[in-house]
């Protein structure tokens, strides 16, 4: 296994982990997941609250003031930066600190309600102007201007800092695209047709920093922002410390001070929580709910559109065969691992993502089924009966252990061995993208984000190396090699072309055609889809069960949807 390791090509721009999230198109809001059972369903924190004589729901007096502590899973490779991230911490920690100019709102629609831009026209598929809001305040009192933006956009384009943000940016725009009108216009001409380009800025890492921002090292005072949050004290691995903004653009929020605590595991949040240590605990496992619930502690479970995947790398042995795919996929029990792994909190997958987008096809395809004998036939087809691999997963992300568990369970009943390995953290950093088989998770965001995050020779993250259909000259010159030309492919054409289809009925039909491929050849194994799990203790006001794209009703936007109760 580890001669194969140095085959894999790891783009330039690629960075050790990743969590992407660049969200769902507008139209998804037609599509929902199933949530769980109604004897399974949390009770939100509008528990205790007053149902009206029209049927209007009140909430719970609140109050101002106070120190919301919020734990998350984290450690020392935690950093803090506007437009970088590694872990969920990083996450949750860019969503406290920074904002960008559009965002969607709780109904997956592209809205500048949250956002720095009044507006940002469409002048056509690859020209944009951005227009800014007046008198937003960084932290430090500066004005946002339109200079901010353009070194913001230049920031997520450097190739050098390869920061996150800048992982959908870089291949459709160029600095000499991004140019100022005047103090509060930017231009934006895109190098291609991009129809969805208002999706891409609403990445919570495609955020707007201040003309000079660097990365966090060591004095928080550099770590300007424009939210209500700012950063007061950051102990990597161990908490950072936000408060109030009270000159924030949409008002100051509602507690003194944001402390976001770091956790090694899920076992100690859970206990912190229970302890009162802290308010709030993001993505729990699902073995605590029960628990949780026992000791009348709110837990939400909102739908999703996020997954847990085992990938292949498709360009190194065995998983170059597609007969090895299709067997390892025909393998999975995936209700089974729905109950196993996610405790019946989530819904059945079919190797396909983006199941909010409109435009997903996963339940009109055949739903692909565990069928041990059919495994067995292709593998010895393949010359890979009696195959032993190493199957890699992180004890960090809740779910990811479980499920090479589970897997590995169920391989052995087709004749293969699967070794499940389980490492600390530093997966993402020593092993993630440098083995054949392993694991990764995403977030909801819609197909052709997915696809531009994992599934093109651009992409920072090629879990499964896809071949995306390029040929021969074009390989050369992207720097990807031979084992990603597929010239009978039209992969990477398919999606040219639907980026730049701006009718949603036309460029459908195009997704429709990348999809099959995907679920015929791809190397993605995803068996479900995961409901987002968080506990909370029923002082904290505001929170909705509901699909979601971050944890704790994505993170309370920016903790101003929240509050304490009244006492």
Sequence with gaps: MAEQAKKIWIPKNTVNRRQFIVGTSAAATALTLAACDDDKKST???????????????LPEVKSGGIL???????????????????????????TGWEGLLNFNPEYEVVNEYGLAEEVEAVAADHYIVHLR???????????????????????????????????MRPILAPEGITKVDDLTVDITLKQLV???????????????????TRFDGDPTTQIGTSAYKLEEFDVGVQSIHSRFDDHWRGKGSFDEVHILDFADGDAMINALIADQIDCAADIPATAVETLQGQDFGVLNAAGGGWLTIFMAVDIAPFDDVR????????????????????GFGSVAND????????????????????????????????????TVDLFAPNDTAGLPEMIQSFSTMAADAGITVNAVVMDGSYWVDEYLKRPFGVDYWGTRNFLAQVASSSLPTAPYPDDHWPNGIDATLAATLGVPETHVRPESTFLQDYNDAVGEVDPVKRKVITDKMQNELYEEGGLIIPFFQNQLDGFN????GLVERANTLNLDHYGRGWQDLSFAAD
């Design 324 to 343: 090895v795919r299709q067997a390892m996929r025909l393998i999975v029990n995936r209700q089974q691992m729905v109950d196993e792994v996610l405790a």
């Design 352 to 387: 396909l993502f983006a199941p909010l987008d409109a435009a997903y096809i996963g339940d009109e395809l055949d739903q692909r089924d565990q069928d041990i004998p059919a495994a067995m036939a292709l593998l010895a087809d393949a010359g890979q009966a009696d195959m």
């Design 195 to 213: 129809s969805n380009f208002k999706e891409a800025l609403c990445a919570y890492t495609t955020c707007v920093v201040p003309v000079g921002y």
């Design 538 to 541: 029923k002082r904290v006001v």
């Design 134 to 168: 007046d008198g937003v305040l960084f932290h430090d009192g500066k004005t946002v201007t339109a200079d901010d933006v353009v070194y913001s956009l230049n920031r997520l384009l450097d190739p050098d800092l390869a920061v996150f943000g800048g992982s959908a």
């Design 69 to 95: 502590r919020v734990g998350t899973l984290g450690g020392s490779n935690d950093l803090m930066d506007g437009q970088h991230i590694i872990s969920k911490a990083d996450i949750m920690r860019c969503v």
């Design 44 to 58: 939100s924190n509008t528990e205790g609250s007053e149902t009206t004589a029209g049927g209007a729901t009140t």
